[in-house]
């Protein structure tokens, strides 16, 4: 095979790709998870795609003896806390998460040391040394489960996402402190411009994420995580969807439904490319057949970190599934 590689993200010429991952995940043993938001192609190659909590579900199962985690940092380190003794790659290491960015995690040891009485309900979107700090880790389709079976005289931070926070706040009448972080791709969705779009397509109804600010969510007729927007997709009635997500979503939805029309909610100008995640934009083909072949970059987590992230991730896995009505969480000793 004549490879020559020509710098991460370059051509690696003479190298047919796809036929090359399809090899190497052979001899590997390896699983490809794929995000919602990845690139098309990358959806296609994945043994599996999934929202977070799928994604998580998938990595603590697998019996694979490598994860290639195409999607972003936090939840490749998820997969390895989970999944310690298996080889977990993030094809660019550098795909991390706004969301993760403003959560430094000394910050949130000081205010959680200044609200002892209060749980930390923490969104997935975040590090492993904030989910060392947390009680239970929640992503946005397990979260309503999962604060609805905390007592109600519990006190509880949540971070780091203020508009998902905002949002079960209003929903389940449950005050929260809310830590102040934002997805740079879900707050940069214009009110205005989706207005207008909805006037545009008056019997379109609007499903949006509930990482969006509050007046976006507020037009919504579906709120909620990536996989419960594509299951609403199908299973609406009407022949077109306003979607107020990360736009590669879309898809899975063209694929699953392709009768139907699907319209990416505007950003400020009414046509900006200002909805893809950068982040996830940064895993290539190229660099998931390079992370398979070299088994680099690899997520490698201090152990003691990892233990006491698990305590958070496990809880949350375990409430996810639960039947029962209010668990047993209390502030950590
Ligand atoms: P979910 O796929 O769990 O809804 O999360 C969305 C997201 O922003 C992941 O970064
Ligand atoms: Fe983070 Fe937002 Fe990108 Fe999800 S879409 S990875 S929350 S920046």
Avoid at 121 to 150: M, P
């Amino acid at each position: 095979m004549m490879d020559a590689r020509n710098g991460i993200g370059g051509t690696l010429q003479g190298v047919d790709i796809r036929a090359e991952i399809e090899r190497l995940r052979k001899e590997r043993n390896a699983v490809i998870l794929a995000h919602y938001y990845q690139k098309p192609e990358i959806q296609d190659i994945a043994d599996f795609v999934g929202d977070s909590l799928e994604l998580s579900r998938k990595a603590a199962e697998t019996d694979a003896d490598v994860i290639a985690f195409c999607g972003v940092k936090f939840m490749a380190d998820t997969a390895k806390i989970l999944s310690p003794e298996k080889i977990v790659v993030l094809p660019d290491l550098d795909a991390g998460c706004s969301l993760e960015d403003s959560c430094p995690p000394a910050q949130f040891k000081a205010f959680r040391e200044a609200h002892p009485d209060h749980i930390a309900l923490t969104y997935i979107n975040c590090s492993t040394e904030v989910k060392a700090l947390s009680d239970v880790i929640v992503t946005s389709s397990s979260a309503e489960k999962i604060l609805s079976q905390i007592p109600p005289e519990q006190k509880i931070i949540f971070g780091p996402d203020k508009h998902l926070g905002g949002y079960l706040s209003r929903k389940l009448g449950r005050e929260m402190l809310l830590w102040p972080g934002v997805c740079i791709v879900h707050e940069a969705f214009s009110e205005t411009e989706l207005i207008k779009l909805k006037a545009q397509h008056p019997d379109a109804p609007v499903a949006a994420h509930p990482e969006c600010p509050g007046y976006i969510v507020e037009h919504a007729d579906y709120v909620g995580s990536t996989s419960g927007i594509l299951n609403y997709a199908k299973t609406m009635e009407g022949d077109t969807l306003i979607v107020a997500t990360e736009p590669h979503i879309i898809h899975q939805m063209e694929k699953a439904v392709p009768e139907k029309t699907f319209i990416g909610a505007p950003g400020a100008d009414g046509n900006c490319n200002c909805n893809v995640c950068p982040y996830m934009a940064l895993n290539t083909m190229e660099k998931l057949y390079l992370a398979l072949r070299d088994l680099e970059p690899r997520v490698e987590i201090d152990e003691e970190l990892r233990l006491a992230a698990k305590r958070s991730l496990d809880k949350m896995l375990e409430m996810a599934s639960s039947t029962v009505g209010q668990g047993d969480v209390g502030p950590r000793p």
